[in-house]
């Protein structure tokens, strides 16, 4: 007999918890250890070389080739006293996860002997053979390298048996192929913008950066029952299934007990961050059964992303170990929530100013209000393409469905900081100022803002929660970097923008404060359509946003034309974050995704159906029909026949409408992926797979989904939603 559904839901329902690993005395002790950070570097590395080490991550000096070897040699043996016996290049392509080629230590020198070798160019730079990587046309095959390079502000690490080093993956010519580079690029566009317009305040010398918190959600579900889901192995996530008869109506599952077996998971996997150095804080359940989150303490936005993605590699090991399979996919089941990954992002000073934190004095609110006004400003301008970035197969499952954000980028700020805006418009001379530092902003409330937003607004897709922006879009599978990028770029322009505003106002003769003031009210002014505190699920909202300019697209291919809009590239030409060249080369990438994704699915949903659903119902269809042929012989009175026998015969029919269009319908759906494949252009093709294949997949699941409530449960061969989604 070979396995079948009922031993894999035996398997998955007598498991008992496996004991995580008992953690060390205290979190201290061991925190990090798995890090190339200060304290070890102190072991390491002379204390010359840290010097020039900590220079080149705070001032971003270039290390040069001596210290480089020095780096190399300690951070060797540093890792090979961590068990280390391989190294590699950390990267992050643009085809999502990160990347990685184990080179080993061991450099055999003949006569049947090795030596550990380490140099400081293996540090610094390296040619991954990274040609089937996507470059979206930037390498001709003439150029087909790229090239990794060492970024040296996010700390080396030691994954399993691997020294890992985070890189940028750039193409011989210099153009991005990663989402590393433009992050940083970015981050110093921003941080530029931001200082500048700090000099108004006085503030001056104070190193800027932006930060980031994420929250990661996700499933669980057994590893038995996934291994019998081909449509979760390959596709990661269900493509059919019918709806438990409970799922989250209770809502029970949201901060509720969370399960031995999946406590145990989680201290294993807060332990295994807590060695990598990634500042865990938070678990909880979420709101649909299975799912969880896990959030830390917010950091600096490239060393947060970096965790964000050694997070969810760990997340897959360890899960493992506890015969779980974590999905990351932002919508693995249809008819409950799926996953998203907030990005509670901000801006704020090395010296511990944050940007988006109400001060205690009408200067500091001032200048609240400034980069307030302006993170606004740069979000409505730019609200279709924050929203591109985040647009995903996956994640467009989410994005305008009834349960995460709608697909349309607003945000909201809570009465507090609202009213402050309001008043401000009004308050045109109501700046004072006394000689030179005293003045008045005349907003009585400002001064006393509450940090705290109680009435938080959870259908809002970029809302203000007191210190910082909650981007609530981002997918639960993405690389933060994309969102992130895009936010400090148009921050970043829009604050230059503003600049020039004030400095001519200031050059006509007003006082400066007053000047920035002036052009804090009219940056507003500008965008407080971008501006929404009412329910974002609404039709009415829907209707009203279209009004107010902002981007209700919701077929991801289209949204990514925004990425190609003369404003786009106008706002990356000037901030040097991306050349025109390199949007196009991402576009064309998101698109080619795009279409693979859906192709995968329907590929996949066409196997299922064939080879798992339609056998198995024409066999039960065939039991019914002999039952019916054998009450016949039974039943010779017609009448009477028709009466006990019109239940299995309308089965009868049931089964035959649902399989045969099923059938129909799967064969035309691979014919027009033949079709569609066959197109040359990334975006028509990623169109066609949007229109015309979509659709497909909808249709035929409810097909599927009609045959499983009529199929006898016995011979169902998929894990069922009730069975997937009960984890005792
Ligand atoms: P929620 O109530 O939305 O679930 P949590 O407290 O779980 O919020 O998570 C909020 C995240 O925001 C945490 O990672 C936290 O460190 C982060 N955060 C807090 N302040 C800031 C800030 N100023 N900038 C960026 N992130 C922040
Ligand atoms: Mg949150």
Redesign the pocket.
């Known amino acids: 007999m070979s396995y079948t559904r009922f031993d894999a839901v035996e398997e998955a329902f007598v498991r008992p918890p496996v004991k995580a690993v008992p953690p060390a005395p205290a979190t201290s002790e061991y925190y990090g250890c798995y890090v190339f950070n200060r304290k070890n570097m102190r072991k390491y590395l002379s204390a010359d070389t840290r010097q020039k080490v900590y220079e080149s991550i705070e001032q971003g000096i270039t290390l040069n080739r001596d210290v480089a070897e020095q780096v190399a040699a300690g951070m060797k043996r540093w890792a090979m006293d961590m068990g280390a016996t391989h190294y590699t290049h950390w990267f992050q392509p643009l085809t999502g996860g990160t990347a990685e080629k184990h080179d080993s230590f061991a450099e055999p020198y003949g006569k049947g002997e090795s030596l550990e070798e380490f140099t400081g160019k293996l540090l610094c730079q390296q040619e991954p053979d990274a040609s089937s990587f996507p470059s979206g046309g930037l390498r001709n095959t003439f150029e087909a390298r790229g090239y990794t390079a060492w970024d040296p502000s996010s700390p080396a690490f030691v994954m399993g048996d691997t020294l890992c080093i985070p890189t940028v993956f750039i193409s011989y010519t210099g153009e991005a192929l990663d989402y590393k580079a433009p992050l940083l690029k970015s981050e110093a566009a921003v941080s530029k913008a931001v200082a500048d317009v700090l000099k108004y305040f006085g503030i001056k010398d104070d190193p800027v950066f932006s930060?980031?918190?994420?929250?990661q959600e996700y499933f669980l579900v057994d590893a038995s029952l996934y291994a019998m889901r081909p449509d979760i192995i390959m596709a990661e996530r269900t493509l059919v299934g019918h709806n438990s008869a409970r799922n989250q109506q209770l809502e029970d599952h949201y901060f509720g007990c969370i399960p031995a077996r999946v406590l145990e998971f989680m201290k294993d996997l807060e332990f295994e961050c807590y060695k990598l150095g990634i500042p865990i804080?938070?678990r909880h359940n979420e709101v649909a059964p299975n799912q969880f989150?896990i959030?830390?303490?917010?950091e600096q936005a490239n060393l947060a992303i970096d965790h964000n993605l050694e997070l969810m590699a760990v997340m897959k090991t360890v899960a493992e170990n506890h015969g779980f399979k974590v999905l990351l996919h932002e919508k693995p089941f249809a008819g409950i929530n799926g996953s998203g990954k907030?990005c509670?992002?901000?801006l704020?000073t090395g010296s511990g100013i944050?940007l988006?934190?109400p001060g205690k004095n009408d200067k500091d609110n001032l200048r609240f209000l400034t980069f307030m006004a302006n993170v606004l400003k740069a979000v409505y301008d730019n609200n279709g393409l924050l929203k591109a970035s985040v647009m995903t197969a996956s994640n467009s499952h989410r994005l305008g469905a009834n349960e995460a954000p709608p697909a349309i980028i607003s945000s909201f700020l809570g009465t507090q900081v609202s009213n402050a805006f309001k008043e401000l418009l009004q308050s045109k001379d109501m700046v004072k100022i006394e000689g030179k530092s005293r003045f008045s902003l005349g907003i009585p409330q400002v001064p006393e803002l509450l940090i705290d937003n109680t009435d938080?607004n959870r259908t809002s897709p970029f809302a203000f929660?007191?210190?910082?922006f909650?981007f609530r879009a981002v997918g639960s599978s993405a690389n933060c970097a994309s969102a992130v990028t895009v936010l400090n770029t148009i921050v970043a322009y829009q604050l230059t923008k503003f600049k020039e505003a004030v400095d001519k106002r200031i050059e006509a003769g007003t006082p400066a404060m007053q000047a920035v003031l002036d052009e804090t009210r009219e940056t507003y002014r500008a965008c407080q359509n971008v501006c929404f505190d009412g329910n974002g699920y609404s039709d009415e909202w829907k209707e009203e946003a279209k009004r107010r300019g902002l981007d209700c697209e919701t077929s991801a291919p289209l949204c990514y034309d925004s990425f190609l809009s003369e404003g786009t590239i106008k706002v990356y030409r000037e901030t040097g974050v991306m050349s025109d060249v390199e949007l196009k080369a991402r576009t064309e990438i998101n698109w080619n995704i795009y279409s693979k994704k859906i192709e995968i699915e329907a590929r996949v949903l066409a196997d299922l159906t064939a080879n798992h659903i339609l056998p198995v119902s024409t066999r039960y269809q065939n039991i019914l029909l002999d039952n019916v042929s054998k009450m016949k012989d039974i039943f010779t009175d017609k009448g009477e026949f028709d009466q006990v026998a019109s239940g299995e015969i309308s089965m009868i029919k049931d089964i035959a409408r649902h399989t045969s269009e099923a059938r129909a319908q799967a064969v035309r759906m691979e014919e027009e992926c033949d079709r569609i494949d066959a197109i040359e252009c990334e975006r028509e093709r990623a169109i066609q797979y949007h229109d015309v294949i979509v659709p497909y997949l909808e249709s035929i699941r409810e097909h599927v989904d009609a045959l499983e409530m009529i199929v006898d449960d016995e011979m169902w061969p998929l894990p069922k939603y009730r069975e997937l989604l009960f984890i005792r």
Do not use: D, F, I, Q
Request: no cysteine; charged share 25%; glycine share 16%.
């Open positions: 930060y980031l918190g994420w929250e804080k938070t989150e959030a830390p303490v917010y907030h509670n992002w901000s704020g944050g988006m934190s938080r929660t007191g210190n910082r909650e």
